[in-house]
């Protein structure tokens, strides 16, 4: 079975403070992909990142970058700078994965609530 | 104009009643998918389609039936409602073609039923 776990419920920091949200998972998989979903306060949920799991590589978008690491099956976030814009739910989920769900599932971890305070 | 959109956005009702929740795409896509969220529960899929002829259950598909009228029409229905139906709901859509690629939402419907 696939599963996604993000342990932090909720982080609150200052704006300009770095803040970095973990996300560990879990599959029978050798092939699969990780993903992170923003979700503002408007509810609408946007897509962020795709890794694959061939491409350890990291990857830094403006003040955001993801820190892959297969070895400790962890695909975490990181906002340098954070701004009050920031402030959302987090999600990282899992899927593409031919042994779990025929490729087509996609798991979400629970979410990790950030406020990013002036 | 929005890539996925859902009708209605809000939407309150009583429970037994029966609900359509609907969903349209122009993006073109073959999958789509509908989900539902909970407060510290994440998104759970309810079922998915990869096209027009195929429909799956999800994870959590009971007290709940889909319709793909179209390659960008996904309709969820609750049958008869229930108060821990409560939720909002997304539908998503993806391409199949080439690497796993993203799944892309829709605005969510906020459902309450009384």
């Known amino acids: 079975a696939q599963k996604v776990t993000q342990a932090q419920t909720e982080i609150s920091v200052v704006e300009k403070e770095d803040v970095t949200l973990d996300c560990v998972y879990e599959?029978?998989?050798?092939?699969?992909?990780l993903f992170w979903y923003k979700q503002p306060p408007s509810g609408e949920l946007v897509f962020l990142i795709r890794?694959?799991?061939?491409?350890?590589q990291n990857e830094i978008s403006g003040r955001y970058s993801w820190n892959f690491q297969k070895s400790t099956s962890s695909f975490n976030f990181t906002i340098t700078a954070s701004q009050v814009v920031d402030s959302a739910v987090y999600f990282c989920?899992?899927?593409?994965?031919?042994?779990?769900?025929?490729?087509?599932?996609?798991?979400f971890g629970t979410g990790t609530q950030l406020k990013v305070e002036l | 104009d929005a890539d996925v959109t859902q009708t209605p956005r809000n939407r309150i009702t009583k429970t037994g009643k029966r609900i359509m929740l609907e969903c349209s795409q122009t993006?073109?896509?073959?999958?789509m998918y509908w989900y539902r969220q909970d407060p510290g529960l994440g998104l759970r899929l309810i079922y998915y389609?990869?096209?027009?002829?195929?429909?799956n259950k999800g994870e959590i598909s009971d007290g709940y039936s889909v319709s793909r009228q179209a390659q960008a029409k996904f309709s969820l229905s609750l049958e008869s409602a229930i108060p821990n139906q409560t939720a909002l709901y997304f539908c998503?859509?993806?391409?199949?073609?080439?690497?796993?690629?993203?799944?892309?939402f829709g605005p969510g419907t906020r459902l309450t039923v009384l």
């Open positions: 998503a859509t993806r391409n199949s073609g080439g690497t796993y690629n993203e799944q892309f």
């Open positions: 599959t029978r998989d050798t092939t699969y992909y």
């Open positions: 890794r694959n799991s061939f491409d350890e």
């Open positions: 989920a899992l899927g593409g994965g031919l042994l779990t769900g025929g490729g087509n599932k996609l798991t």
């Open positions: 993006k073109g896509h073959d999958r």
């Open positions: 389609s990869f096209d027009v002829k195929d429909i």
